[in-house]
């Protein structure tokens, strides 16, 4: 059987990980000087709780070949065939130069993928991997529903002041210039965030993710990601209301996206295979 290997930033948590028997690499958090393994040293409600606290703005580091050597390793100890790994995009980590290097040293094949996202997009690109790994795919066709899940994104931020200091704005801070007091609406395309529009209200922000997802053709599986979102129970009450006939996946943004994206993050993600 083919497995699938995925890194932290993709948000799922270790129950919705355990049920696709996705292994999940951690990235690491650096609060200052100290260093936490995402996952294992900080929990989604850790890490939120402590940036609440924190006087300092964390970052973030890919994990090193290694971490990713041993997940092969394990995999290959239990029986695996092959592994497909999906990663976060190369424009936002060298997660990804990780994972291949850790690849060409693997006792066994491994085909390593650049999502070209991350967050739930990426957990949803993972989930239907490993759902045709589970229907008995090849390593090839394995790769190919990755391709065929087209996972998109679109988000809504409290605040630009994580992603500007986090340097991961891109060319979306053209778009967004000085309009601090703005709801920026964001995206992901060629690999890094890239600006979808921008409103002036958070009302109005979350009835753009709703009227975008409404829109949207062909859905297989359904995501949302938050960031201790006070209004995320009435935003699933109208998610679901647009959408009866999927169930999303909700999800507690993780530290490596709540790094970038700060508090009050919402997004919503489709994947249509």
Request: proline share 5%; net charge negative; glycine share 10%.
């Amino acid at each position: 059987m083919i497995r699938i290997v995925t890194d932290s930033s993709s948000d799922l948590s270790p129950q919705v990980a355990a049920r696709h028997k996705i292994e999940v690499v951690p990235l690491s958090i650096h609060f200052g000087d100290e260093e936490l393994i995402d996952g294992r040293d900080l929990s989604a409600e850790a890490f939120w709780e402590r940036l609440s606290r924190s006087d300092t703005l964390p970052t973030t580091a890919a994990p090193s070949p290694g971490a990713f050597g041993k997940a092969y390793q394990r995999l290959a100890e239990v029986g695996a065939d092959g592994v497909v790994a999906v990663c976060i995009s190369q424009a936002l980590s060298g997660t990804y130069q990780s994972a291949t290097l850790a690849g060409q040293e693997a006792p066994l094949p491994v085909r390593v993928i650049d999502s070209g996202t991350a967050s739930i997009p990426l957990g949803l690109t993972a989930i239907a991997a490993a759902d045709a790994a589970r229907l008995g795919a090849d390593l090839a066709d394995v790769g190919g529903a990755v391709s065929r899940a087209e996972a998109d994104l679109l988000a809504t931020l409290d605040t630009l002041e994580y992603l500007q200091k986090g340097g991961r704005i891109g060319a979306a801070q053209a778009f967004f210039g000085g309009l601090l007091n703005v709801k920026p609406l964001i995206t992901f395309s060629d690999g890094a965030v890239a600006a979808a529009g921008r409103v002036r209200t958070r009302r109005k922000a979350l009835a753009a993710l709703l009227d975008w997802i409404a829109e949207q053709e062909r859905i297989i599986r359904l995501g949302v990601v938050h960031g201790n979102a006070p209004d995320i129970d009435d935003f699933l009450y109208q998610l679901r209301e647009r959408v009866p006939d999927v169930e999303p996946l909700v999800t507690l943004a993780g530290p490596v996206i709540g790094t970038h994206a700060g508090p009050g993050v919402l997004g919503v993600a489709v994947s249509r295979s």
